[in-house]
């Protein structure tokens, strides 16, 4: 970022800090219109990019390939330094035109990060209720059943006398993993109440199709992105690992799954499909039956469900 000369050189380094930010914002503040041009801002510099986008600022995107270009044209012969990349991006965005306005940070990205934190959620409880199965093992003849909550392991607990340091030990554990599968499920429910709120605030109608609730929504919204992010329908099968991939050393048309892509939305589209298999009167019900009926197999049907389903959860 270029400054009024206060050097032999006439530049001015701003470092990736709190304190530089807010001082290159307040020499911003001298030009009434103004355009920051960040090169591979949603890489490198997706930090310094959301910063200023969420301050109401004006930020395009130089991809590193235009840059790369102008430098080759200069007289520097594809010298690089952080002058000559100033330069080259702000001779992009502002002369070619090849930089790419962003949006500040919305509804969608809230939701991904929701996402997210529930997977992680998630696995923790996981975690935590296997090592409470395995002492649980251990202190009862025949252990805990599979659908173990905290309220019955509890239960369980109370019931035990324990007999030495060793079962005391391990009861004392188990005590403290109740403890921590309460917290893991008041943090998820929590969860699920501000994904339910960011949905029905973001005016999505993907919980009025059969097999999307309000978490399988989310999931869908957070990780597609923005609306137009995928031109055709079949990007959007490439992006969540949907679409299906040629043999080409067949001697005949076959295909095999997609194992790239998003698997977490890849597999959000999978439970919609099921659910709709299995809701008679549904739309995905009676498309199942039709590829059924064409002599599909139940796994190709399934398969052929999956991506058509595409369209009612967040293809273009």
Known sequence: MTDPPDDAAGLNRIQATLSDYR??????G?????RWAVENAEGLGRHLSSWLLSRGEQVVDVPSTATARVRQLSRGGGRKNDQIDAAAAACVAALQGDGRPLEAEGTTDALALLD???MNLSQSRVRLVNQLHALLRELLAGGAPRDLSASTAAALLRRIRPAGDVERVRKQ???????????VDALLKSNAKQISELVAASGSTLTGTVGIGAITAGRVIGRTGRAGRFPTSASFAN????????????DKARHRLSRGGDRQL??????????????PGSRGHAYYNAKIAQG?????ARRCLKDASQTTSGAP
């Open 173 to 183: 554990i188990a005590a403290g993993l109740v403890t921590q599968i309460r917290s």
């Open 266 to 279: 890849n597999a959000a589209l999978h439970t919609i499909a099921i659910t709709q298999i299995r809701t």
């Open 30 to 34: 001298q030009f009434e219109r103004r």
């Open 23 to 28: 001082r290159m914002l307040t020499w911003a």
């Open 239 to 250: 992006y969540a690992g949907a679409a299906p991939i040629e043999v080409a050393s067949a």
């Open 296 to 300: 599909k197999t139940a796994r190709e």
């Open 116 to 118: 997210e934190a529930r």
